[in-house]
């Protein structure tokens, strides 16, 4: 019985594949290693931000000492809106920085304040041989007002600054004119009173401000500062409650950074 026997043809008989050079593996070419840090992704160093620069800057630093030039117009009454008359004020202005926000500040101020009173609101001194009875008193007074008041920087932007003020002002009085207007037997007079150098009033008046400054260049600024002045007691000859109000402008000039 004859055996079928499977015979698997040899590379040999393929004489394509017999032809192809066998290389020796001395000199099969060798690939170089794998450079780990050259597969991580290059990551680009970014620009540098100029917002970021400008807030490492050094903030510039603020003047102490500001000296300034005060305009205000302004109105006093005793009492009742009916009996104010308007006025003005001139003088120069100090201030000291205490902090960053805080100041300190006073003045010199050329003050007129005029004003009406009736009978009922004033005081005739003891020494004026005067008429008692219903009478209307204009006033016109000339004082040298001293404030001092700390301000408060509300709001600080380059551009302007917001703040509030309180404080007390004293009152110098340098020259005071009373006109009385009253009546006799139905018919109306008028008398006059003047007071030269009269008596000082110390912390006399409650300062209230606030305002805006507005800075021009590096040193010099503008200010608006509307302002209230409430009585601590009486004021001038009369004694009476003096309540004014008005704005201020000034122009200021900083030094001593």
């Known amino acids: 019985m004859a055996t079928t026997s499977t015979t698997t043809p040899a590379i040999s008989q393929r004489p394509e594949l017999a032809q192809l050079p066998t290389m020796p593996a001395s000199v099969a070419p060798t690939l170089p290693a794998q450079d780990t ?3 991580k992704p290059v990551v680009p160093t970014p620009a540098p931000d100029s917002t970021q620069t400008k807030k490492t800057e050094r903030p510039r630093l603020a003047h102490r000492l500001v000296i300034g030039v005060l305009v205000a117009p302004s109105f ?13 004020d001139l003088g120069l ?3 000291y920085r205490l ?6 500040r006073t003045s010199i101020i050329r003050s007129v304040k005029q004003y009406g009173a009736a009978s009922s609101d004033y005081t005739i001194p003891a020494s004026w041989p005067w008429r008692q009875g219903d009478y209307e008193v204009n006033a016109n007074c000339r004082m040298t007002e001293i404030p001092l008041n700390l301000r408060f920087d509300v709001v600080s932007r380059p551009k ?3 703040f509030a003020s309180v404080g007390l002002s004293s009152l110098l009085m340098r020259y005071e004119c009373y006109d009385y207007d009253y009546q006799v037997n139905g018919q109306p007079r008028t008398a006059v009173a003047e007071v030269y150098k009269g008596k000082n009033h110390a912390f006399g008046l409650l300062n209230l401000s606030g305002g805006v400054e507005r800075p021009l260049g590096s040193r010099w ?10 009585p601590l007691g009486g004021v001038g000859a009369g004694k009476v409650r003096l309540t004014s109000g008005g704005a201020a402008f000034s ?4 030094l001593l950074r």
Request: glycine residues 4%.
């Open 160 to 162: 302007y600054t917001v």
């Open 76 to 88: 006093s009454a005793v009492r009742r809106l009916e009996t104010a008359r308007f006025g003005n």
């Open 99 to 104: 902090t960053s926000r805080l100041r300190v």
């Open 37 to 39: 840090l050259a597969q």
């Open 221 to 230: 600024s503008l200010q608006a500062e509307p302002f209230l002045q409430l």
């Open 93 to 95: 202005t100090l201030e």
């Open 251 to 254: 122009v200021k000039y900083g």
